[in-house]
């Protein structure tokens, strides 16, 4: 029988990493909670990625290829080769130590393989092993080791942990962008097929049918219908967006999630309210009706190929330019590579605002503009008529999206809008916001459920942030403008900070605005009785 | 003296020790960084951990309310129920106390009565262990719900699209309920 342990026993865990004994001997070992289930055959198929087959990560056997050593190494080399940045990314880390403490999951978690400089360094040690010659005769002395299953594992397992917020990449003094590191592992575990069932879902949709969700025209008809049903019961105004519509000026793209997905839908009905109180030109496409790109968390190309149907669309419809949802990654990707991968465009016009005559000259190249830039302008230029005590019952906070943050610098736009629709607006603390906010914990297509603890864990130091402006200022709203945002933080409040309501920006936008004609509003956007209606004072 | 005096003055000691105790349960270069970071946006794990043995311990000298000494357990085993620990793991943190102080008073002589209260302090911070336990099993029941919630949401939104399921309206718009509609599933 065996013996009763004393606590202290009990909380011997054997995990142990760097000091005890050198990490490269310490075997992965997959965790419930910090993985996600793993892609379907089919939905590689789809996409015509290689070796679609059902896998798990649990059973032993992962289904690889053939030589799948020798398809990664060479994969290694071409992108070596291709790509300056990863080159010196692999070259450069001096291990100081500055981005170790950086990431959210190290942070909430605890586990030293998350510590950017270490989960770089699972990727590193084979680079060391098979492209440098201290690595080739030195090996383990020189950092280096060689590529077998269990590295792989390792690779799969830490690589699908990292979010690619960035903000590593921040405090780094060389600039060595981790993201960037991460996107290379997982091209190289995409060449094996190896993905989360979460990602290569959306991918082989959107790819299908134009959207993550896979939402056919009538779909996104019928939930954009529901929301026209909703406005008219709050405002008493129909309004009537248009579809597809050839010879629009504007063609405007956002996240599916906007269409389906509470609280994202209300953002949406923001910026259906805001364009039909401008009169504005616009289309919805149900083609390019995706604004995300989860292929972006696969290969630079899947990314390619996905992203490419905005402006194919924006071509066939005829628009003059587009202006984009509030999303994270998707900025990411409209921002720096767009225009690389399918741009630069011929046939549109630089951005110029029809309602204040702004051109916006930063995006005179892409040819579109986020949708905060548009309505920031709006109200510097007095356009609209805007009542922020409809917001009172609102204490707003705002997270600033790692995308949006660090990878565009929109940092003031957000917070403009936001001060000019709600009175009640409180910073979290210096080194949670802007350039060094805290990821939600959930973004590159970890927001599965399967893999809830790894999120909490990553969205605890933004939650305590939260947590601390709402014992400060009795903050009870955590502003964004994230699709994925507004889907994760929404359970990252329901743990760690109950109580928090979680929005779009465009949400508060349209519950100030004063709309023409409107009847007497008595309810939010979502049915909840307004400051002194209803007896909620 | 009385124990609690005794211990009121070495607290910081006491709490030095029981800090480092749970610290060991972390990787040692995870505890490293726990330790020495002070900010505690930087650092909210280690902070919480270091606030919340402090605020325990001064609620249980000062006569332990249920409500106080929860919310501040709370604070604590919120962050452990969702690291990387079994259940038993999570909440032993409370019976180090115990090692802490029996070391701490170690060249304290034990009278019958400090020993008496020694005793009952003891059994106090049994009672912490329970209670830490109820805390672990919100926490973790927590969880769960917010997996199934997301797992109905997106269910719900599934049948939607497959147009199986529909908002039905009565004509005078007064109800509003759910009708599963019989469709034959698409396969």
């Known amino acids: ?537 | 003296m009385s124990l609690k005096v005794i211990l009121s003055a070495k607290k910081d000691g006491l709490l030095a020790a029981w800090f480092d105790r749970i610290l060991d349960t972390y990787p040692a270069e995870t505890a490293k960084f726990l330790k020495n970071q002070k900010d505690k946006f930087a650092n909210p794990v280690g902070q919480a951990i270091h606030a919340g043995i402090e605020d325990i311990f001064r609620e249980l000298l000062n006569g332990g309310e249920i409500e106080k000494i929860s919310g501040f357990l709370d604070n604590i085993i919120r962050v452990r129920a969702i690291q990387e620990f079994s259940a038993s793991q999570a909440v032993a943190f409370i019976f180090f106390l115990k090692s802490v102080i029996r070391d701490g008073i170690k060249d304290t002589p034990l009278t019958p009565e400090l020993s008496e209260e020694l005793v009952a302090l003891e059994s106090q911070i049994d009672s912490l262990a329970l209670i830490a336990f109820d805390i672990f099993m919100q926490c973790r029941e927590k969880l769960y719900e917010i997996k199934a919630n997301e797992m109905k949401n997106m269910t719900y939104r599934l049948l939607q699209k497959a147009n199986m399921v529909t908002e039905t309206e009565d004509p005078e718009k007064q109800t509003n309920f759910i009708a599963i509609q019989k469709k034959e599933v698409n396969t």
């Open chain 1, 1 to 537: 029988m065996a013996k009763l342990s004393t606590p202290a026993e009990l909380l011997k865990i054997d995990y142990n990493p760097p000091q005890s004994e050198n990490w490269m001997d310490q075997p992965v070992e997959l965790k419930p909670g910090n993985f996600c289930w793993g892609a379907k055959g089919k939905n590689l198929a789809t996409v015509e990625f290689p070796n679609a087959r059902d896998w798990s990560p649990v059973e032993e056997n992962w289904k690889l290829p053939k030589d799948w050593e020798g398809t990664v190494l060479e994969a290694m080399a071409d992108r070596l080769s291709k790509y300056r940045s990863f080159k010196v990314f692999m070259d450069i880390c001096v291990r100081c130590g500055a981005c170790a403490d950086k990431c959210h999951f190290f942070i909430g978690g605890g586990d030293p393989k998350n510590m950017p400089v270490l989960r770089a360094e699972l990727l590193r040690s084979v680079y060391r092993k098979y492209f440098t010659s201290s690595g080739k005769y030195l090996g383990k002395l020189a950092g280096a080791r060689e590529l077998n299953l269990s590295v792989l594992k390792e690779w799969w397992y830490y690589f699908y942990q990292c979010t690619e917020c960035r903000r590593c990449s921040v405090f780094c003094p060389y600039g060595i962008d981790t993201a960037e590191i991460t996107m290379m592992a997982r091209e190289f575990t995409n060449l094996l097929g190896l993905n989360t069932d979460w990602i290569s879902g959306p991918v082989a949709n959107c790819y299908m049918k134009g959207n993550h969700l896979g939402l056919e025209p009538h779909a996104i008809m019928n939930s954009i219908e529901g929301m026209i049903d909703d406005i008219e019961t709050i405002t008493g105004i129909r309004i009537n967006p248009s579809f597809n519509r050839k010879g629009a000026e504007i063609l405007f793209v956002t996240p599916s999630g906007d269409l389906f997905a509470d609280p994202g839908t209300f953002t949406c009905m923001g910026y259906m309210m805001l364009f039909h109180e401008l009169g504005l030109d616009y289309t919805w496409s149900t083609y390019a009706s995706e604004g995300g790109n989860f292929g972006f968390f696969t290969s630079n190309e899947m990314a390619k190929r996905l992203n490419s149907k905005i402006y194919a669309e924006a071509k066939r419809l005829g628009v003059k330019y587009i202006i984009g949802g509030e999303c994270g990654h998707m900025w990411r990707v409209l921002n720096q590579y767009m225009d690389t991968w399918n741009g630069p465009t011929d046939f549109m016009e630089v951005p110029k605002s029809p309602i204040t005559g702004t051109v916006f000259d930063n995006a005179a190249s892409t040819k579109m503009i986020h949708v905060t830039e548009f309505t920031a302008d709006l109200i510097k230029n007095n356009k609209l008529k805007l009542d922020p005590s409809r917001n009172d019952d609102l204490v707003v906070t705002y997270h600033d999206s790692c995308n949006t943050a660090r990878g565009m610098g929109l940092l003031e736009e957000p917070r403009y809008i936001i001060n000019n629709v709600c009175n009640k607006f409180h910073e979290m603390p210096d080194n949670t916001i802007r350039e060094r906010t805290f990821c939600c914990g959930s973004g590159t297509g970890l927001n599965a459920s399967e893999n809830m603890e790894i999120r909490m864990r990553g969205g605890y130091p933004r939650a305590n942030a939260v947590k601390h402006v709402k014992e400060q200022h009795g903050v009870n709203t955590l502003a964004n403008i994230c699709a994925i945002d507004r889907a994760t933080l929404s359970a990252s409040m329901d743990y760690w900070v109950p109580g928090t309501r979680v929005t779009g920006v465009h949400e508060l936008v349209a519950n100030a605005l004063i709309m023409t004609g409107e009847k007497e509003r008595e309810t939010d956007l979502r049915g909840e009785p307004l400051p002194g209606k209803g007896g909620n004072e």
